[in-house]
T-cell receptor, first 112, second 114 residues
Framework: DAKTTQPNSMESNEEEPVHLPCNHS???????IHWYRQLPSQGPEYVIH???SNVNNRMASLAIAEDRKSSTLILHRATLRDAAVYYC?????????????FGAGTRLTVKP | DTGVSQNPRHKITKRGQNVTFRCDPI?????LYWYRQTLGQGPEFLTY????????KSRLLSDRFSAERPKGSFSTLEIQRTEQGDSAMYLC????????????FGSGTRLTVV
């Protein structure tokens, strides 16, 4: 199974950008990179995903290294509500595959 | 649609008792998943359904655990003869197969076995 490696925890100050790294050196050529986050007392929620090009949506940006062996989730201005555990997951492009497997993620603390 | 709904939110039970949790997925989603999450860990996959068929079960799902999804709508997860090690958050998620879209999770049922 392709695996990802993330720091256990990170801290940020409110209203500053946050860069959450993820290493996936064994990624296959067709794996998508997905990010989910889990707020306290909630289930995980989808944040963003990408294949090769950088992606932006209303929640975050995803920067993917040229060799695809790492990626970075970018929160442009962290708020207290962004405090959560962030999970980086590799997914097979076959939409019928059941391959959503979570690691321990990165716990982001946002300081006011 | 109000998303994925799980009931109850919290359950405290004595060791040895049976418990049952319910999950109501997003109505147009034909896939339903159960995960278990212990403190400080990411969710661990337990099992999933496509419509009413249970297509995969993790080795974590011992024979004390059983899941059903009658008529491909809501699902139940039953744990028989609960043990203290079963204490965890049980998460349900749903998705639409064939779209490659992400999963939508419920808020979970927190089980405490005393």
């Amino acid at each position: 199974d392709a695996k990802t490696t993330q720091p256990n925890s990170m801290e940020s100050n409110e209203e500053e950008p946050v860069h959450l790294p993820c290493n996936h050196s064994t990624i296959s050529g067709t794996d998508y990179i997905h990010w989910y986050r889990q707020l306290p007392s909630q289930g995980p929620e989808y944040v963003i995903h990408g294949l090769t090009s950088n992606v932006n949506n209303r929640m975050a940006s995803l920067a993917i290294a040229e060799d695809r062996k790492s990626s970075t989730l970018i929160l442009h201005r962290a708020t207290l509500r962004d405090a959560a555990v962030y999970y980086c997951i590799l997914r097979d492009p076959n939409p019928n595959n059941n391959d959503m497997r979570f690691g321990a993620g990165t716990r982001l603390t946002v300081k006011p | 649609d109000t998303g994925v709904s799980q009931n109850p939110r919290h359950k405290i039970t004595k060791r040895g008792q049976n418990v049952t949790f319910r999950c109501d997925p997003i109505s147009e989603h034909n896939r339903l998943y159960w995960y278990r999450q212990t403190l400080g860990q990411g969710p661990e996959f337990l099992t999933y359904f496509q419509n009413e068929a249970q297509l995969e079960k993790s080795r974590l799902l011992s024979d004390r655990f059983s899941a059903e999804r009658p008529k491909g709508s809501f699902s139940t997860l039953e744990i028989q003869r609960t043990e203290q090690g079963d204490s965890a958050m049980y998460l349900c998620a749903s998705s639409a197969s064939g779209t490659g879209l992400g999963y939508t999770f419920g808020s979970g049922t927190r089980l405490t076995v005393v």
